[in-house]
């Protein structure tokens, strides 16, 4: 069982080797951005490149949680209220978004970020009731098939959203291992689309659960 406390900015080195592993094969980003590179490495370089800008932001802002296991970050968790301020440009940029620039055109980056900002705009739309939306639930590959991530929603982040008054929780994901998942922890669809990367597509769900 994991012990639960709140992410700092310290955290970033681990929990972004954390977040690379995890998702290095996950269909956003693997089945839209591989092919784009001529080997693993390069695009593992990427994709951790990629995840450390939006984790910077959010670490400085603190809003995740990790599970501690043996001294070392087992899980974590992004999440925030809908009614936090928006990340601005120079936010981005402070937290390193100009080292993706020789990327704009290789990857065909705004055309990529434009289609995720489509997807997420299903978990984030305005509500009458306060709305957290969890951007990131990561297990490390070595603590997966522990029920960490489960217990990380039961026992960390719902009790959290509680103390917060929140009424709602929304996220979204991409395979349909993951909607089992969110299902048996008492999340439910609220949307599903198909994301449009060139000739390619990548399903997309967006869940809800209420509080």
């Known amino acids: 069982m994991a012990e639960y406390r709140k992410t700092t900015i310290e955290d970033l080195e681990e929990i972004a080797e954390l977040e690379t592993e995890a998702f290095f094969d996950y269909p956003l980003y693997w089945d839209v951005l591989r092919k784009k590179f001529k080997n693993d490495t390069e695009y593992r370089k990427f994709l951790k490149l990629i995840l450390t800008v939006e984790l910077t932001v959010d670490l400085k802002r603190g809003n995740g949680y990790v599970g501690m296991v043996n001294d070392e970050i087992a899980s974590v968790a992004l999440i925030h209220s809908l009614e936090d301020k928006q990340i601005g440009f120079f936010e981005l940029m402070e937290a390193g978004a100009i080292k ?4 704009v055109f290789k990857c065909k980056l705004w055309s990529y970020l434009k289609e995720l900002d489509r997807a997420e705009s299903k978990s984030v739309e305005p509500s009458k009731s ?21 217990e990380m929603i039961q026992d960390c982040l719902l009790p959290m959203l509680r103390e ?6 929304t996220l979204m994901t991409n395979t349909k291992t993951n909607c089992y998942f969110y299902e048996k922890n008492g999340f439910a669809i609220s949307s599903h689309i198909r994301l449009n990367f060139g000739k390619g597509q990548v399903e997309n769900w967006s869940f809800q659960r209420l509080l």
Do not use: E
């Open 100 to 103: 993706l620039f020789p990327y």
């Open 130 to 150: 306060p709305t957290w939306y969890l951007s990131i639930l990561a297990v490390n590959p070595k603590y997966q098939q522990r029920h960490l991530g489960s």
């Open 164 to 169: 917060h008054d929140a009424r709602r929780v």
